[in-house]
């Protein structure tokens, strides 16, 4: 990845026992918004293939979120082991299971690593436990001795352009206050290509699925959890991941979930239109169905950095934006982004609003800085949105983690339902 390593100084302070928060001092690899997302956006191609992929794969308790520079590009602050090793696991939505870099491992990103051998809680799992195929992890030997020990689960993943080999375990994952014993995770021993874009020291899957944390910690957290996402932009800052229905945002509006059988983990919503401003965008019959053989629709995911929307449907919002900025030099390219333009020759608040309509009257109208990023460097500013790469993803809508930012996202698994709402999360 192009954007230089980021060094992460870290402190914390309980507000109460049941909200972590964190803080994470960054200092930017890029002096410019723009610029920083353009380098994070390199890698949305390897998100976005997939995502496109038809292949299967109580209380409050608030745990802290902060950008992070690697993908998926953000981390939440968490705890392994008995006594408690402290990790930063990236987020993801659209993933099951939950990994980590374990200690020995030669071939993982450089950084701390968990240490099994110093958890008293910590157990690998065998070939034969119910949780390895889920994992889809090696079967055990035809020709295993009977009075033997069956040997431990192994899998391996492939991630971004790298891939891990693991083995299955079980040890008490710590969120916030909640310690949720015997949570079953892959323990990451050696990595098979480059490691610039592989998280740091692990992924927490949030995704719908059984290796899922809501699906392991069973009631607990009523099948719920939200994430309010900080903006790129800030210096200092802090969002928050919350875990259970209590503390949720009672001005959140819903959409309902939609279920993909060949990608069980994704959180597919049906959107109904695009607007600009006060102006619907015209787009072609069908072009935001949803259909599970094809896995065309729309996903509302974390680890994609700049919403993508499908050929027809990104051509008709980038000509009624174009239409209504009406900048005087035209357009140009940067990176992803093909409607950049200079602020000079636009008067102040020309930007139109984009918002995202979706079933059951939810009117994501995106704030400003979600919808238009500029350049500190020079007066440009480009559309925080692009055209779904057509050798990569030709069917499949993505709103990403840069529209979501500063918005409370709740995700309702029980009730199959999605909320937004507006929150300043930095």
């Known amino acids: 990845m192009a954007a230089t390593t980021i060094l992460l100084l870290l402190s914390a302070t309980v507000a109460s026992a049941a909200d972590l928060s ?48 690697t993908p998926p590009s953000y981390v939440v602050r968490a705890g392994l082991g008995t006594p408690v090793q402290q990790l930063l696991l990236a987020l993801d939505t659209s993933a099951d299971a939950t990994w980590a870099h374990c200690a020995p491992c030669d ?3 450089a950084g701390s690593r968990f240490i099994p051998a110093s958890s008293s809680s910590y157990a690998s799992l065998p070939c034969a436990s119910s949780w390895c195929p889920l994992f889809q992890g090696e079967p055990c030997p035809a020709n295993q001795d009977a009075s033997a020990p069956p040997p431990t689960c192994a899998f391996a993943k492939p991630f971004a352009d790298a891939s891990f080999q693991a083995s299955l375990a079980s ?43 809501l699906s392991q910690t069973g009631g607990k957290y009523n099948g719920v959890f939200s994430y309010c996402l900080p903006s790129y932009k800030s210096y200092y800052f802090s969002g928050s991941l919350r875990l259970g229905a209590a503390g949720q945002p009672r001005s959140a509006r819903y959409t309902p979930l939609l279920s993909n059988p060949h990608r069980p983990s994704l959180y597919y919503v049906n959107v109904t239109g695009l607007s600009v401003g006060r102006a619907w965008v015209t787009v072609p019959a069908g072009s935001f169905a949803f259909d599970p053989n094809t896995g065309a629709g729309t996903v509302i995911d974390s680890g994609t950095v700049i919403t993508r929307w499908t050929a027809p449907v990104y051509a008709a919002l980038r000509e009624e934006f174009r239409r209504q900025v009406a900048a005087p030099s035209g357009y140009t390219s940067l990176g992803a982004f093909d409607t950049c333009f200079n602020t000079d020759e636009v008067a102040a608040g020309g930007a139109p609003t984009v918002t995202v309509h979706m079933d059951g009257g939810v009117d994501l109208t995106l704030p400003m800085e979600n919808t238009l990023i500029h350049s500190s460097a020079t007066p440009l500013a480009c559309l925080a949105m692009a055209e779904a790469p057509q050798n990569v993803n030709a069917v499949v809508n993505v709103v990403a983690n840069l529209q979501q930012q500063n918005v409370r996202v709740v995700f309702d698994v029980a009730n199959s339902r999605v909320g937004f709402a507006r929150e300043a999360c930095n």
């Open 22 to 69: 964190v803080y994470h001092n960054v200092h930017p690899s890029s002096p410019s918004p723009l610029e920083s997302i353009i380098a994070l956006a390199r890698d949305d191609d390897a998100r976005l293939l997939f995502l496109s992929s038809k292949a299967a794969s109580s209380g409050l308790t608030s745990a802290p979120v902060a950008s992070g520079q």
């Open 107 to 109: 071939t993982c990103p």
């Open 171 to 213: 040890d008490t994952l710590r969120l916030g206050k909640d310690a949720i014993a015997n949570y079953t995770f892959g323990c990451v021993g050696s990595v098979t290509g480059p490691t610039s874009n592989l998280p740091k020291q692990g992924l927490l899957g949030l995704g719908r699925g059984p290796m899922a944390l």
